[in-house]
């Protein structure tokens, strides 16, 4: 009662002091200002523009006037176009082999070759990465190589991702600390910011190391985006988000998702940095990431990155786009700002690159994935036994052992006698002997 008395004497008084209309700080956690004209917003710019788009070169690969363009030689700008172009190359290849029905599923980045490729770029290869599932360029730009990506989308005995019981697609590699994709959409959001605090709370990575967190605007609708984003902002934790905008959920285009300008537009209500940048621009990426990686870790706080870009390729192999959208779009923005145009004619105005350059390119990025389609094709499966390895650390639960003897009964019934089962053993290294003999 006596302190109820003291501080309403305490808030009268400051009121009667500084007057309704220019005083502050009338609650005590809020430096809100106090204002007499009553306004509504619905704008972070301050104004009632959109969010503005960085970008340093123009749709055909000419500086803009006054830009910062990163700094890069002739040999580092080679690799970063050369990954730019592996994706496409990986992409045909493995869009038609899954059309052969020799792997089950697939999902391109065509048109987000400098969204992913200059993300991956700006970011050290140790610090954490957390996917969606169209960012095998940030393993490829990782050394991961084009046999362990074959070996995953087979499914064979060398995937190291997940011993080929995952969809395609599904990458996870611990040498390149990338951690292994989830199908349910946004379930890295929250966990970016768990790994970002474990980082921080890491002595020999604290300073060192950020966790770059990977989403599409779609799964941005998702409860976790929300989670994840205030969990990194007020642990807080070095939480990277680099959403990709690339204006579609499958059929969902995003003017139908969100009605506020974009996924920029939340970062500031979480009281994080944000930028908003031009995605088929990779020296804008280059840039836009590595300034935000670096004050993610200056912070130790969540950075947001939106990257504005178009997604040309069907969702995935299970999708027809064309029954959603004109074709004549997509082939307007094949043409329109094309990363991989812009970028190849940045570097030709550099003298790094000509005709001779791209054929040559072309022709051993071709040769190289045919070369690692055709081994992991002769390549087997994992022994049929480790299916039920890995479930769980430590000793191997009755359920999994019961279902391990469940399915060695049937095999002893049927595995030698009934042809269709004869025939898919022999696609499993040992024909399902150890399961058979066990
Ligand atoms: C929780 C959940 N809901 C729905 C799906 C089905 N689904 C898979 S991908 C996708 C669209 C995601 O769009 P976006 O996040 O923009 O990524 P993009 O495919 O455009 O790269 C949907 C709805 C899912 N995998 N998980
Ligand atoms: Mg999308």
Redesign the pocket.
Known sequence: MIRLTAISRQVSRGWAVRGLASSAGHLPNSKSPIVAKLNFFNSVTGSDELIPTYRVLDGVGNPIEGAEIPEINEQYARKLYEHMQLLPTLDNILYSVQRQGKISFYMTAHGEEATIIGSAAALENDDEVLG?Y?EMGVLLWRGFGLNNVMAQCFGNEEDTSGKGRQMPVHFGSTKHHFHTIS????TQIPQAAGVAYSLRRTPDRRDRSIAACY?????AS?GDFHAGLLLASTIPAPALYIA?N?G???STPSTEQFYGDGIASRGPGYGIDTVRVDGNDVLAVLGAVREARRRCLEQGRAVLVEAMTY?VGH?STSDDSFAYRARSEVEDRKRVDNPIARFRLFMESQGWWNAEAEEELKTRLKADVMTAFKRAESLKRAELGELFTDVYGGEQPWNIKEQREELAGLLRKYGEAWEPWKNELKKFKNSGKDLLNQ
Do not use: K, T, V
């Not at 989403?215 to 799964?219: D, I, M, R, T, Y």
């Open positions: 969606q169209r199908s349910p959409l946004a989403f599409g605007e779609g799964a998702e990709r690339n579609f959920a499958i997604r969702h």
